[in-house]
């Protein structure tokens, strides 16, 4: 069964730029929730998604918004990036049978703002 | 609220000797309780989990854990240290009831010396 798979691996943006990250959840799941890693902040929840809708969100500012498509693949956007956005983006998707479901991550995305 | 302590976010042992790497959590109700390893680079994979039945759990590479409701605690084991098993660690809760959300401690990175 394949796992979680994040696209891209790695990303480079500039200021003010925006950017998209891809999440593919293991077939079956249900659940996406996104995070993020730095190594001040350590995992921080951003959101997650279940049935194409936003379950639950984090503390973040508006700049971060995320989707969940009918397949249960979600995207996660970050528009006007700024310099303390650089940072591992983890997904993490779950079959959803209640809060003690096992979640599983993909390889995460590191973003680098310049 | 919920909260998870990791006590020490560094730990050093020397190869074949024993690792315990400790885990507090606060909550009015006991929670689902998880360990997850994470190698450079690389996103997390699940260590093991506590949710109900047997309060010493079993998980994979030799890793297991005691949930000690009257300490609140998950503290992880090893008896013997590989070199293999340099990673950062991270316990996580989530509510057995309510709103889904896991909770991540701050992590312990484990050195294993030669």
């Known amino acids: 069964k394949a796992g979680v798979t994040q696209t891209p691996r790695y990303l480079i943006k500039t200021r003010g730029q925006q950017v998209t990250l891809s999440c593919s959840p293991i077939s079956g799941h249900r659940s996406v929730s996104w995070y993020q890693q730095t190594p001040g902040q350590g995992l921080q929840f951003l959101f997650e998604?279940?049935?194409?809708?936003?379950?639950n969100k984090g503390n973040f500012p508006g700049r971060f918004s995320g989707r969940q498509f009918s397949n249960s693949r979600s995207e996660m956007n970050v528009s006007t990036l700024e310099l303390g956005d650089s940072a591992l983006y983890l997904c993490?998707?779950?079959?959803?049978?209640?809060?003690?479901?096992?979640?599983?991550f993909g390889p995460g995305t590191r973003l680098t703002v310049l | 609220a919920q909260s998870v302590t990791q006590l020490g976010s560094h730990v050093s042992v020397s190869e074949g000797a024993l690792v315990l790497l400790r885990c507090n959590y606060s909550?009015?109700?006991?929670?689902?309780l998880f360990w997850y390893v994470q190698y450079p680079n690389q996103g997390l994979q699940l260590l093991l989990k506590?949710?109900?039945?047997?309060?010493l759990v079993k998980g994979i590479n030799g890793f297991e854990a005691e949930f000690k409701k009257s300490e609140t605690s998950f503290h992880l084991t090893k008896p013997s240290a590989h070199m293999s098993d340099a990673a950062e660690y991270f316990c996580a809760v989530s509510p057995i009831s309510g709103t889904y959300k896991y909770i991540f401690g701050t992590g312990t990175r484990l050195k294993v010396l030669a």
């Open positions: 506590y949710t109900t039945g047997a309060t």
């Open positions: 993490a998707s779950r079959r959803d049978r209640g809060t003690s479901d096992t979640q599983y």
């Open positions: 909550s009015s109700v006991p929670p689902y």
């Open positions: 998604y279940f049935s194409e809708t936003q379950r």
